[in-house]
């Protein structure tokens, strides 16, 4: 079975640029969260979203934001790019939503922002 | 709120010995614990979890982790570290309803030959 998927894999953008970020889950999973992980800051929460709604919500500006599709596959961007939002972007998939669920992260994507 | 803290951010072992990593964590209910672990340039792999049940739980690579409600504690064990166990280990704890799960900052294990 495959794992999650993150595309792109590396990305360079420059201020006030927009970026969209993509995350195939793995099949049959219908949960989709994203992190954003900084040397700094550790790993931060973005959103979480299932069968196509967003359940939750970390504190980030309103210039992240996300959606699902009807095959979970998810997107998020990010508009009005800033230097810290350099990080490595991560997308995990789960089963369900419940606390017990395990979460399967992909490789991530890594933001540059020059 | 939920929270996680792992107070070491580097542990070195010598390979052969017995390792722990440590992570305390705060949740209102009864917490969902896990332990993930991240090689360079690779997403999170899980090694183990808790939800209910024995308080020593077994994982892969070897690993297991055991939990102490009284301490709120949950600290990653090995009893024989591996020069390949070498990379960076999150705790985290999961909301009993929510998805969202919260991170501690990560511990750098570093096992010498």
């Known amino acids: 079975k495959a794992g999650v998927t993150q595309t792109p894999r590396y990305l360079i953008k420059t201020r006030g640029q927009q970026v969209t970020l993509s995350c195939s889950p793995i099949s049959g999973h219908r949960s989709v969260s994203w992190y954003q992980q900084t040397p700094g800051q550790g790993l931060q929460f973005l959103f979480e979203y299932f069968s196509e709604t967003q359940r939750n919500k970390g504190n980030f500006p309103g210039r992240f934001s996300g959606r699902q599709f009807s095959n979970s596959r998810s997107e998020m961007n990010v508009s009005t790019l800033e230097l810290g939002d350099s990080a490595l972007y991560l997308c995990?998939?789960?089963?369900?939503?419940?606390?017990?669920?395990?979460?399967?992260f992909g490789a991530g994507t890594r933001l540059s922002v020059l | 709120a939920q929270s996680v803290a792992q107070p070491e951010d580097q542990v070195n072992v010598a390979e052969g010995n017995p390792l722990t990593v440590k992570c305390t964590y705060s949740?209102?209910?009864?917490?969902?614990l896990f332990w993930y672990v991240q090689y360079p340039n690779r997403g999170l792999q899980f090694l183990l979890k808790?939800?209910?049940?024995?308080?020593l739980v077994k994982g892969s690579y070897g690993f297991e982790a055991e939990f102490n409600k009284s301490q709120t504690s949950f600290h990653l064990k090995k009893p024989s570290a591996l020069v390949s166990d070498s990379a960076l280990y999150f705790c985290a704890v999961r909301d009993t309803n929510a998805g969202k799960s919260t991170f501690g900052d990560g511990t750098t294990l570093t096992v010498k030959p």
């Open positions: 808790y939800i209910t049940g024995d308080n």
């Open positions: 949740v209102s209910g009864n917490p969902y």
């Open positions: 995990a998939s789960s089963l369900g939503t419940g606390g017990f669920d395990i979460q399967y």
